[in-house]
């Protein structure tokens, strides 16, 4: 009934233990899928792993800002190849980031382009981090083609909403403004609530999650980070997506089973999975 559409069973943190553990709660939980996201080469490898063997497991395969100094071309073309596997639905999560600046400004920009021309290259969904860098973020991304009429031409479009183009541009985690988000929804994005959106004081993602209409919208959790009340304080994991999904249908009024097949539809729709 759920889909986790951002999570890290990859995780390099897990012991093998740890991940088989974690598992086990997936499959003895309410998640329906789950989508494994890769953060630099190794852990795109094991997401694409995870997904070959884990029937309700789907990978995205790519390079986030914090490892752009370990990009190279052999790495490029490694995640080229991981994303021509059936169950590699998407590039991601790519991205900038200037909050922590783990790889040089250059290296992440000149290394997001390269992705996100990879995912034009190859016609696929793409998965974003951005953090403290939105308008250069939507500046590359619109630079690069993420947004054209062309990319929006490969893809259906999001039903009851014909006129609204879909680019099949997701952006993850997302903490910017209602006013960026709607921005964005504007350019054939899609935005994806993790849970911050259940801290008490966060009326930045309560007003996005509000001014959005639930056609655009994902839930994730981002596990093992970012855990959501009740739970705050230890480490995330899919099954907590619950109650993102449970906040997001407060805000908007809605019951938790709408919200639940509602965000489900939407993410099997953004990574084209039947």
């Known amino acids: ?55 309700w497991c789907y990978a995205a395969v790519g390079v986030h800002p914090h490892d752009a100094k370990t990009m190279d071309e052999d790495v490029l ?58 308008q250069e973020t939507m500046d590359i991304l619109k630079e690069e083609g993420a947004f054209s009429d062309e990319r929006a031409s490969w893809f259906p479009k999001r039903p009851g909403l014909a006129c609204e183009k879909d680019c099949r541009v997701l952006l993850h985690c997302f903490s910017g403004s209602r006013e960026l988000a709607e ?48 739970f705050r304080g230890r480490k995330n994991k899919p099954p907590y997506v619950e109650h993102t999904a449970r906040r997001v249908a407060l805000i908007k009024g809605m019951g938790y089973e709408e919200v639940c097949r509602c965000t489900l539809e939407n993410a099997k729709r953004f990574f084209g999975i039947e």
């Open 77 to 134: 073309l490694r995640i080229k190849e991981l994303a021509g596997e059936e169950k590699v639905k998407a590039i991601g999560e790519i991205g900038l980031d200037f909050y922590y600046n783990k790889s040089e400004a250059e290296d992440q920009r000149y290394w997001f382009r390269r992705q996100i021309q990879l995912a034009n290259e190859l016609k696929m969904p793409i998965v974003i981090h951005s953090r403290e860098a939105d």
């Open 183 to 230: 921005q964005y929804v504007k350019l054939g994005a899609t935005i994806s609530i993790a849970g911050p959106v259940t801290y008490k004081n966060n009326r930045k993602t309560t007003e996005v999650v509000g001014a959005i209409p639930i056609e655009y919208l994902l839930v994730e959790t981002d596990s093992p980070y970012l855990t959501p009340e009740p």
């Open 1 to 55: 009934m759920l889909f986790d559409s951002h999570a890290h069973i990859n995780n390099d943190t897990f012991t093998e233990e740890e991940r088989e553990a974690l598992i086990a709660d997936i499959e003895a939980s309410d998640l329906s899928y789950v989508m494994d996201i890769g953060f630099d080469l190794p852990s795109s490898e094991r997401a694409a792993e995870d997904a070959r063997r884990l029937p």
